[in-house]
């Protein structure tokens, strides 16, 4: 338990009214880096291990900063402030010495300069130690290549405290993300060790608030009872996958999540009670599912359904779809690709059989180069079915072979059969057969070896007899079970991600969605859990069984690389496969065994609930609500988890027996525009009913959609609170899954009720403050990066964050107002929009944008010239600053051409790649690009020309005659023009040296030249 706080009385609550730190400072840019090495981390990091499906989980890192960030005070030292909450968050200098960097003995004795190194290296020359007499002749630090033969290892005696405060001076000099990505996250190291430092500067600096703590349980149930008088509560009315609720309750908080979706619920109660386990309950949970296990591979043990002729074991089945072409009247097997194994040659040889007009599946081992070339191109090519016999190729269309056509009311449908709820396996005279083609087996030898051998093979006809022998007992027992609930009787409801199955395969329930095989494992595996006693076990073993199902339906796609079986939601959609694999029981198992699931320290045991509702259905007060609602372009959860509840519905387990198993789409908030507006807002009016008045909100949301931002400030409107500060964090990577101009930033709103009165302003008086208001938080912001960078070599925000700080400095005024020109701002908020609308808020915030960004001339541009410029002038050459510190994400470009009012700001992008975009340079504009257009007849433009014409090789005397041709006010824009070429000079020397010296060469003539 946390230690009663010993000088704190119940009654005074010191903090109520003091602002919180993360209303003063927050370092954006370190939190950032932080966040997408947690999300670089893929499988590794803690939350997936209970269902990777569920993709929207924000960092953990983040939710921690913004709890920490919530709590603690802001005193009258910011930089004093800033330094204790990164200690707290271990992303001090100090810290990432104990974060256990990847540096290696030599590699610190190359980094650092110390008077006596032979007190904690050893050096070895040619494999003999080194007498220190003769280490002192050496330059320290030295150079391991300068001296041949020489290695250095650490001192075996070494403390490690020693080493850690060495490890951190060898980190100096680099940038902060590379110190990130050569050490461990914060929460991978040991605690004691990370944090047992810090709490002495902890206790110094809050000491003034009768604050004496050693660990972060403890501080923060000692801020809860100065802010709030208890324990502080975290709420999250969105909770999905569980992040925000569990790093809540591991730092100490109590905790209420909801969730409308009973698979979010199951998830963040998996979060709480299966990683935050205390070690007895891990255990119990452990032996509980491998009793499970045992019970279920003893049935198919008996039923002789995995194993060979030889006793050898399946591992995985790889099956295909087959289908008849209309041209030859063969029966064709189709796949993207052939390839069964790259690392060992191995693919799937199509060989014509003429009697039967189908083709021979042989699986070839220790294939040519070519023969593996050749394989890769399957017989599903751009959409068609195509393939080779008797020398000629032919080609159909899938969409041919489904019979796609638009029925009188525009709808796309086909000629598929739709299949009836007792069909499991495709029909006689189905257009798409399931055919399997190979078999991955285990030898009987290492069956009970850690690392087992394994071959593929062709498919025999015992092969097809025990599939046979499958097929009959799911046939036999399929309507018992799905009256008993162990397998899925329910109807797939169209939608705009549940089409698809219906569309493409005939499929209309999601038993159909797995191949016979897989329904007798899960069905056997869901029985025995259903048969367990209640309790926390049984619980968990069921919602690890949600993830065995993700790795075993027809979604699942088999990887060639490394010989596995990938999850079915890959991405957010119900992707139908051509050639999916079937995991056997035990490799089916062990995508979801407990040794397997990440273990965390046990979660703090207060009060921790997850209940299944609406999210304005709140029921329970929480002294700070933190949030990931959905916006536009969510995901449609509410339609791809219906995969699962349609397995667990019937017999959950106690606590999921309390939680409503349905989808409940109607309900569910999504999308956009005014049913979205009014769902949000009876969320966030809920939210700020069931908080304290110096309670807060933090909403983190992503975004593509503009016209979200305006929603959002709407609904906070609306729900009466006032935006009082935001913040910018990087929070994705780059991914397949990202691609399409996702953007890859998460805007955190900080928000407190709005004070009671009805307050009016207008338009004219508005402005003045948005702008001294905008004006304030940019000129904070950028002092405490100067000081920052003189003491840490690097600065806290970037121009994104700074940008933000603009449109948060103009929302903290707006909505500090009920009424706006005489208009009702809660009435605004809620009234439907008219296309291309332009209200009074939007004016102002846009207002606010350009105040923003007059402030942030680049760095190297004289700010008489950024003045004297605007629009796509200013956009390009703030990018063209940015893109020099390596930023690369496409969220900045969108961002800034929004706030510089450019709407065709595409037109000078040389790449729009989500986290690899890029402006054009010079030479990557054609002609007509700069002529004519809204940048050619700019000051940028005549420069870009002007380099595009010397890299064309034309004289500098004839390139400035054209110059001076094309501007009347040639003269009076020397300076500015000047100005620009040395910038972009400066900003290319390094990146496109060419372009730099035709920029320069304009700069030196143009400043020059006589008048």
């Given at each position: 338990?946390?230690?009663?706080?010993?000088?704190?009385?119940?009654?005074?609550?010191?903090?109520?009214?003091?602002?919180?730190?993360?209303?003063?400072?927050?370092?954006?840019?370190?939190?950032?880096?932080?966040?997408?090495?947690?999300?670089?981390?893929?499988?590794?990091?803690?939350?997936?291990?209970?269902?990777?499906?569920?993709?929207?989980?924000?960092?953990?890192?983040?939710?921690?900063?913004?709890?920490?960030?919530?709590?603690?005070?802001?005193?009258?030292?910011?930089?004093?402030?800033?330094?204790?909450?990164?200690?707290?968050?271990?992303?001090?200098?100090?810290?990432?010495?104990?974060?256990?960097?990847?540096?290696?003995?030599?590699?610190?004795?190359?980094?650092?300069?110390?008077?006596?190194?032979?007190?904690?290296?050893?050096?070895?020359?040619?494999?003999?130690?080194?007498?220190?007499?003769?280490?002192?002749?050496?330059?320290?630090?030295?150079?391991?290549?300068?001296?041949?033969?020489?290695?250095?290892?650490?001192?075996?005696?070494?403390?490690?405290?020693?080493?850690?405060?060495?490890?951190?001076?060898?980190?100096?000099?680099?940038?902060?993300?590379?110190?990130?990505?050569?050490?461990?996250?914060?929460?991978?190291?040991?605690?004691?060790?990370?944090?047992?430092?810090?709490?002495?500067?902890?206790?110094?600096?809050?000491?003034?608030?009768?604050?004496?703590?050693?660990?972060?349980?403890?501080?923060?149930?000692?801020?809860?009872?100065?802010?709030?008088?208890?324990?502080?509560?975290?709420?999250?009315?969105?909770?999905?996958?569980?992040?925000?609720?569990?790093?809540?309750?591991?730092?100490?908080?109590?905790?209420?999540?909801?969730?409308?979706?009973?698979?979010?619920?199951?998830?963040?109660?998996?979060?709480?009670?299966?990683?935050?386990?205390?070690?007895?309950?891990?255990?119990?949970?452990?032996?509980?599912?491998?009793?499970?296990?045992?019970?279920?591979?003893?049935?198919?043990?008996?039923?002789?359904?995995?194993?060979?002729?030889?006793?050898?074991?399946?591992?995985?089945?790889?099956?295909?779809?087959?289908?008849?072409?209309?041209?030859?009247?063969?029966?064709?097997?189709?796949?993207?690709?052939?390839?069964?194994?790259?690392?060992?040659?191995?693919?799937?040889?199509?060989?014509?059989?003429?009697?039967?007009?189908?083709?021979?599946?042989?699986?070839?081992?220790?294939?040519?180069?070519?023969?593996?070339?050749?394989?890769?191109?399957?017989?599903?090519?751009?959409?068609?079915?195509?393939?080779?016999?008797?020398?000629?190729?032919?080609?159909?269309?899938?969409?041919?072979?489904?019979?796609?056509?638009?029925?009188?009311?525009?709808?796309?449908?086909?000629?598929?059969?739709?299949?009836?709820?007792?069909?499991?396996?495709?029909?006689?005279?189905?257009?798409?057969?399931?055919?399997?083609?190979?078999?991955?087996?285990?030898?009987?030898?290492?069956?009970?070896?850690?690392?087992?051998?394994?071959?593929?093979?062709?498919?025999?006809?015992?092969?097809?007899?025990?599939?046979?022998?499958?097929?009959?007992?799911?046939a036999k027992n399929l309507a018992r079970w799905q009256e008993e609930g162990v397998v899925p009787d329910m109807a797939i409801e169209p939608g705009d991600k549940t089409d698809e199955p219906i569309r493409t395969r005939g499929w209309s329930y999601?038993?159909?969605?797995?191949?016979?095989?897989?329904?007798?494992?899960?069905?056997?595996?869901?029985?025995?859990?259903?048969?367990?006693?209640?309790?926390?076990?049984?619980?968990?073993?069921?919602?690890?069984?949600?993830?065995?199902?993700?790795?075993?339906?027809?979604?699942?796609?088999?990887?060639?690389?490394?010989?596995?079986?990938?999850?079915?939601?890959?991405?957010?959609?119900?992707?139908?496969?051509?050639?999916?694999?079937?995991?056997?029981?035990?490799?089916?198992?062990?995508?979801?065994?407990?040794?397997?699931?990440?273990?965390?320290?046990?979660?703090?045991?207060?009060?921790?609930?997850?209940?299944?509702?609406?999210?304005?259905?709140?029921?329970?007060?929480?002294?700070?609500?933190?949030?990931?609602?959905?916006?536009?372009?969510?995901?449609?959860?509410?339609?791809?988890?219906?995969?699962?509840?349609?397995?667990?519905?019937?017999?959950?387990?106690?606590?999921?027996?309390?939680?409503?198993?349905?989808?409940?789409?109607?309900?569910?908030?999504?999308?956009?525009?005014?049913?979205?507006?009014?769902?949000?807002?009876?969320?966030?009016?809920?939210?700020?009913?069931?908080?304290?008045?110096?309670?807060?909100?933090?909403?983190?949301?992503?975004?593509?959609?503009?016209?979200?931002?305006?929603?959002?400030?709407?609904?906070?409107?609306?729900?009466?609170?006032?935006?009082?500060?935001?913040?910018y964090i990087a929070t994705e990577t780059s991914s397949e899954l990202k691609k399409g101009g996702y953007v890859q930033g998460t805007v955190i709103l900080i928000l407190r009720k709005r004070s009671a009165g009805q307050q009016a302003g207008f338009?004219?008086?508005?402005?003045?403050?948005?702008?001294?208001?905008?004006?304030?938080?940019?000129?904070?912001?950028?002092?405490?990066?100067?000081?920052?960078?003189?003491?840490?070599?690097?600065?806290?925000?970037?121009?994104?964050?700074?940008?933000?700080?603009?449109?948060?400095?103009?929302?903290?005024?707006?909505?500090?107002?009920?009424?706006?020109?005489?208009?009702?701002?809660?009435?605004?908020?809620?009234?439907?929009?008219?296309?291309?609308?332009?209200?009074?808020?939007?004016?102002?915030?846009?207002?606010?944008?350009?105040?923003?960004?007059?402030?942030?001339?680049?760095?190297?541009?004289?700010?008489?010239?950024?003045?004297?410029?605007?629009?796509?002038?200013?956009?390009?050459?703030?990018?063209?600053?940015?893109?020099?510190?390596?930023?690369?994400?496409?969220?900045?470009?969108?961002?800034?051409?929004?706030?510089?009012?450019?709407?065709?700001?595409?037109?000078?992008?040389?790449?729009?790649?989500?986290?690899?975009?890029?402006?054009?340079?010079?030479?990557?504009?054609?002609?007509?690009?700069?002529?004519?257009?809204?940048?050619?007849?700019?000051?940028?433009?005549?420069?870009?020309?002007?380099?595009?014409?010397l890299l064309q090789e034309k004289d500098p005397p004839v390139v400035m005659g054209n110059l001076r041709d094309a501007l009347s006010d040639y003269f009076q824009q020397r300076k500015h023009l000047q100005a620009i070429a040395q910038f972009i000079?400066?900003?290319?020397?390094?990146?496109?040296?060419?372009?730099?010296?035709?920029?320069?060469?304009?700069?030196?003539?143009?400043?020059?030249?006589?008048?």
């Amino acid at each position: 338990m946390v230690a009663t706080p010993h000088a704190i009385s119940l009654e005074s609550f010191i903090l109520k009214n003091t602002p919180a730190l993360i209303e003063r400072v927050f370092p954006a840019q370190k939190i950032s880096a932080e966040a997408q090495k947690e999300r670089k981390a893929g499988s590794g990091q803690t939350l997936t291990a209970l269902g990777s499906y569920w993709k929207g989980r924000k960092p953990l890192i983040l939710v921690r900063a913004l709890i920490l960030g919530s709590l603690l005070p802001a005193t009258d030292d910011p930089e004093a402030d800033l330094e204790i909450f990164e200690k707290l968050m271990a992303i001090d200098e100090a810290a990432f010495g104990r974060r256990e960097p990847k540096l290696t003995a030599a590699q610190v004795a190359e980094r650092i300069a110390l008077v006596n190194p032979w007190d904690y290296f050893d050096y070895t020359l040619k494999g003999t130690k080194v007498d220190p007499t003769a280490i002192k002749a050496l330059e320290f630090p030295c150079r391991l290549k300068d001296y041949p033969g020489l290695s250095v290892r650490w001192k075996r005696e070494i403390a490690w405290a020693d080493k850690q405060k060495l490890l951190a001076v060898a980190l100096k000099g680099l940038s902060y993300p590379e110190k990130v990505a050569l050490c461990k996250r914060p929460e991978e190291c040991d605690p004691k060790t990370l944090y047992g430092p810090i709490w002495e500067a902890v206790n110094q600096h809050l000491g003034r608030f009768g604050i004496e703590v050693y660990s972060h349980e403890e501080l923060v149930a000692q801020l809860g009872m100065l802010r709030f008088g208890q324990q502080p509560r975290v709420g999250d009315t969105f909770c999905g996958g569980g992040s925000i609720p569990f790093e809540a309750a591991r730092l100490g908080c109590d905790v209420y999540a909801s969730d409308l979706n009973p698979i979010a619920c199951m998830l963040t109660w998996g979060a709480l009670n299966i990683i935050g386990a205390s070690p007895e309950e891990h255990a119990e949970i452990t032996q509980v599912q491998q009793t499970v296990a045992e019970s279920v591979d003893q049935e198919i043990m008996e039923l002789g359904i995995e194993h060979n002729e030889r006793g050898d074991r399946a591992k995985a089945y790889l099956y295909c779809l087959e289908t008849r072409c209309p041209q030859t009247g063969w029966k064709v097997p189709l796949a993207p690709s052939w390839v069964i194994s790259k690392t060992r040659n191995v693919y799937a040889k199509l060989v014509p059989n003429h009697a039967k007009k189908r083709f021979d599946i042989e699986v070839v081992s220790n294939a040519s180069m070519v023969e593996m070339e050749a394989a890769a191109r399957g017989t599903v090519q751009d959409g068609c079915l195509s393939y080779e016999l008797g020398g000629k190729i032919y080609c159909t269309p899938i969409k041919t072979l489904r019979g796609d056509y638009r029925d009188e009311n525009g709808v796309n449908r086909n000629r598929l059969r739709q299949w009836e709820k007792h069909d499991f396996m495709p029909r006689p005279d189905d257009t798409f057969q399931e055919r399997l083609y190979c078999i991955q087996w285990i030898t009987k030898e290492t069956l009970s070896k850690s690392r087992q051998e394994t071959y593929f093979a062709s498919v025999t006809p015992e092969d097809l007899a025990r599939e046979r022998k499958v097929a009959h007992i799911v046939a036999k027992n399929l309507a018992r079970w799905q009256e008993e609930g162990v397998v899925p009787d329910m109807a797939i409801e169209p939608g705009d991600k549940t089409d698809e199955p219906i569309r493409t395969r005939g499929w209309s329930y999601w038993h159909q969605l797995f191949f016979p095989r897989q329904i007798l494992t899960s069905a056997l595996l869901n029985k025995q859990a259903s048969r367990l006693p209640e309790g926390l076990a049984r619980a968990a073993c069921v919602a690890l069984f949600s993830k065995t199902l993700d790795y075993n339906s027809k979604l699942v796609q088999w990887a060639p690389s490394h010989e596995t079986v990938n999850n079915s939601f890959g991405n957010q959609a119900l992707n139908t496969i051509y050639n999916p694999p079937v995991r056997a029981l035990h490799y089916q198992l062990g995508s979801a065994r407990m040794d397997k699931i990440p273990t965390s320290k046990a979660i703090y045991r207060s009060v921790n609930i997850v209940s299944n509702h609406p999210a304005g259905n709140i029921d329970k007060q929480s002294s700070l609500w933190i949030t990931d609602p959905p916006y536009a372009d969510a995901i449609h959860y509410h339609e791809i988890t219906e995969f699962f509840i349609a397995w667990l519905r019937k017999n959950p387990p106690a606590p999921f027996n309390n939680w409503i198993w349905d989808s409940r789409r109607a309900l569910a908030t999504q999308g956009s525009g005014d049913n979205f507006r009014r769902d949000m807002v009876a969320a966030y009016q809920a939210m700020a009913d069931h908080m304290p008045d110096n309670g807060f909100q933090c909403v983190m949301f992503t975004h593509q959609d503009t016209g979200v931002w305006s929603d959002m400030a709407s609904i906070f409107w609306a729900a009466g609170l006032q935006v009082i500060g935001a913040w910018y964090i990087a929070t994705e990577t780059s991914s397949e899954l990202k691609k399409g101009g996702y953007v890859q930033g998460t805007v955190i709103l900080i928000l407190r009720k709005r004070s009671a009165g009805q307050q009016a302003g207008f338009k004219p008086r508005l402005l003045p403050q948005v702008r001294k208001e905008v004006g304030t938080q940019i000129q904070e912001m950028m002092h405490l990066n100067r000081r920052t960078e003189e003491h840490m070599g690097a600065p806290v925000f970037n121009d994104s964050d700074l940008q933000m700080a603009g449109y948060a400095a103009a929302l903290k005024v707006l909505t500090g107002y009920t009424e706006i020109d005489g208009e009702d701002m809660t009435r605004l908020a809620l009234r439907p929009r008219q296309k291309g609308e332009k209200t009074v808020v939007d004016a102002i915030v846009q207002q606010a944008a350009e105040t923003a960004n007059s402030l942030l001339v680049p760095e190297g541009l004289p700010p008489e010239t950024w003045e004297a410029i605007g629009g796509i002038q200013r956009f390009y050459l703030r990018m063209l600053d940015m893109e020099t510190t390596g930023a690369s994400k496409l969220d900045n470009y969108q961002n800034f051409a929004k706030a510089f009012r450019v709407e065709n700001y595409q037109a000078v992008m040389a790449s729009q790649k989500p986290n690899a975009a890029q402006l054009k340079g010079a030479k990557d504009f054609k002609p007509r690009e700069l002529a004519g257009t809204e940048i050619g007849e700019t000051l940028l433009g005549q420069v870009l020309v002007g380099v595009q014409e010397l890299l064309q090789e034309k004289d500098p005397p004839v390139v400035m005659g054209n110059l001076r041709d094309a501007l009347s006010d040639y003269f009076q824009q020397r300076k500015h023009l000047q100005a620009i070429a040395q910038f972009i000079h400066d900003k290319l020397a390094k990146r496109r040296p060419e372009e730099a010296r035709a920029a320069e060469i304009i700069a030196s003539r143009v400043q020059t030249e006589r008048l």
